[in-house]
């Protein structure tokens, strides 16, 4: 039984994750010879203000872009 882990940051929407669980469980099932029935999909959201890169969170990251494009 396949078990994936899937660590996303916000804003993706229901229909789009919706699309990944079927993309993900079709290449499981072609590549390892599964069921879909056997696959399982977790899925972490993490807040934008919750992830850093490079000592700075990627909210503050972000603001700061749209402050020198804005």
């Known amino acids: 039984m396949p078990i994936v ?8 929407t229901q229909a789009q ?8 469980t079709n290449a ?6 599964c069921r879909p029935d ?6 972490q959201d993490f807040a934008n203000a919750d992830f850093a890169v490079a000592g ?6 972000q603001a700061e872009r749209a402050a020198r494009t804005g």
């Open 56 to 61: 700075k969170s990627v909210a503050t990251i």
């Open 38 to 43: 056997q696959v399982r999909i977790m899925v």
């Open 28 to 33: 499981l099932c072609r590549t390892l010879e």
């Open 17 to 24: 994750k919706d699309d990944m669980y079927r993309e993900v």
């Open 5 to 12: 882990n899937v660590v996303l940051l916000e804003g993706r």
